[in-house]
């Protein structure tokens, strides 16, 4: 069965300093592996996503993520966080073929001055 | 392009009142999914329609029914509320299966 554990519920980092939010995942065939931030009382926007091609993601505003099958991580970074960064992530997961999409519990990003 | 609209944005209801969430998408996408947001649960599949004509029930489907009425729209319906239903609904389109979803604003339900 498919499952998605994000590692930290909440994160804190100073503006500037860099971003690390984990995602580990488990699937049995291919999956399809995404992230995606909500700001408050805002529907969810995507930021990148992993479709079996390079294994190096790029997102909008500077975001990146890494699939790293041998690990089943695909860890979303940032070089230097932003203010407007502060939001709430979340690591999603879909099987190949499938309408399903599951969901992490979500890590909240605060971003002290 | 609005892509992904829902209505409406708040919602209060007493326990046993019906209502339907409407959505709606101008992106001409095949698969549209109702999904329900818990404070640390992530977001929770209710129903889904592969394509027009179609609809299967996801995760928690107890105490919702959808419509796909056409291509571009896709209700969900609470026939009888209840306060476990008290929630933030949220409605997402995709091209097709395993591909990109692209979210609603959200529909903020209370039952008292």
Same mark, same amino acid.
């Given at each position: 069965a498919q499952s998605v554990t994000q590692l930290d519920s909440h994160v804190s980092v100073s503006e500037g300093t860099p971003v690390l939010l984990r995602c580990n995942y488990s699937s049995s065939y291919s999956p399809s592996l995404f992230w995606y931030v909500q700001h408050p009382n805002k529907g969810l926007q995507l930021l990148l996503k992993y479709t079996s091609a390079a294994t190096l993601v790029k997102g909008i505003n500077g975001f990146e993520a890494e699939f790293k099958k041998s690990e089943t991580s695909f860890h979303l970074t940032k070089p230097s966080a932003h203010m407007s960064d502060a939001a709430e992530y979340f690591c999603v997961v879909s099987e190949a073929g499938t309408y399903k999409y599951i969901f992490g519990t979500g890590t909240r990003l605060k971003v002290l001055a | 392009?609005?892509?992904?609209?829902?209505?409406?944005?708040?919602?209060?209801?007493?326990?046993?009142?019906?209502?339907?969430?409407? !959505?709606?998408?101008?992106?001409?996408?095949?698969?549209?999914?109702?999904?329900?947001?818990?404070?640390?649960?992530?977001? #929770?599949?209710?129903?889904?329609?592969?394509? /027009?004509?179609?609809?299967?029930?996801? $995760?928690?489907?107890?105490?919702?029914?959808? =419509? #796909?009425?056409?291509? #571009? $729209?896709? =209700?969900?319906?609470? /026939?009888?509320?209840?306060?476990?239903?008290?929630?933030?609904?949220? !409605?997402?389109? =995709?091209?097709? #299966?395993?591909?990109?979803?692209?979210?609603?604003?959200?529909?903020?339900l209370t039952v008292l």
């Open positions: - | 392009n609005a892509g992904v609209t829902q209505t409406p944005k708040f919602q209060v209801l007493k326990t046993g009142q019906s209502m339907t969430l409407q !959505c709606a998408q101008d992106m001409n996408h095949n698969s549209m999914y109702w999904y329900r947001q818990d404070p640390g649960m992530g977001l #929770r599949l209710i129903y889904y329609s592969a394509s /027009e004509g179609t609809t299967d029930k996801g $995760e928690v489907p107890n105490g919702y029914n959808v =419509s #796909r009425l056409n291509k #571009r $729209e896709f =209700s969900l319906r609470l /026939e009888s509320a209840a306060p476990s239903q008290t929630s933030v609904y949220f !409605c997402a389109s =995709s091209p097709t #299966r395993g591909d990109t979803q692209y979210f609603g604003p959200g529909t903020r």
